[in-house]
């Protein structure tokens, strides 16, 4: 006997424990979409390291070593000849993938790109593309602008990313601490809001609770799979919005198990001998 009373007080509390288990969910701010920067940075960090650090210009040093020949200037090669060395050389390939890389990641960070403008984007790109190659075979406008891709130089030394890449892991990790501030949790009876330094609490019943899972940025959401989330609590006159939810879909799919039932709770009388 005391056995089956052990095994179903253990059962009753496990069962009660899993009740009690709602679904938190964090926001965050835009900054934590600046990943892709990140990586570059440790990319090229990692790159120069292995040259060296070499960021001097690949044609002066070409015509320090070189010797001039009847007075002649060493010139640079250019666009006539072959490629100039100092836009092939590895530390401007460098710069210049973490330049785009970084000016790419501020562009998803100030507009949000929803599906449709991804598409009217891709087709108004791939206009232009053909337009210009249209152009290109009227009339020669190629050739200056190599001229001046050619003479585009642009380099750091690794101590640069390196530090670049540090400060963007202490924002990280800043994040990740005070992130937990300011959460809500969804109980199958209740919502609520923990906030402040001091984890004040507001509540709110899930009674008629409604919400909505929007995508505003596809680029977020293929990097972090994150979306926005919005609350319709009865009787209360404002939306509760949730922007930057991370893997919005796996909160999606927990909120509805748990807004699918109200739990009611029956307390036995082995719980209340419980001490």
Known sequence: MSSDAKSS??????????????VRIFTYPKLIFI??????????????????????RPSRELSATATPTNDAKVQPATTTGRQA???KSPQNMLGLLFLGVFAFNMLILTFDFPRFTIVATALLGSTVVF??????????FLTPLVRLLDGLYVTA???FYFVFAVILMVMYGIVLVTRWL??????????LHHHGPWSDLERFPTMNLKFDKEIPDVFEHM???????????ANEQKAIILDNVLHINRKEEALKQIMSRLEVRVTTDQEVAQP
Not at 9 to 22: I, L, Q
Not at 131 to 139: C, E, I, N, R
């Open 85 to 87: 060395p100092d836009f």
């Open 131 to 140: 337009f210009l190659m249209w152009l290109g075979m009227k009339m020669d």
């Open 157 to 159: 030394n690794s101590g």
């Open 35 to 56: 990943f892709p920067t990140l990586v570059m940075a440790l990319v090229c960090w990692v790159g120069m390291m292995s040259i060296r650090d070499r960021t001097a």
């Open 223 to 233: 990097l972090f799979g994150s979306g926005r989330l919005v609350f319709h609590v």
């Open 9 to 22: 007080t253990s059962t009753n509390s496990s069962a009660v424990a899993r009740r009690e288990k709602g």
């Open 182 to 191: 300011d959460y809500w949790e969804f109980m199958p009876n209740e919502i």
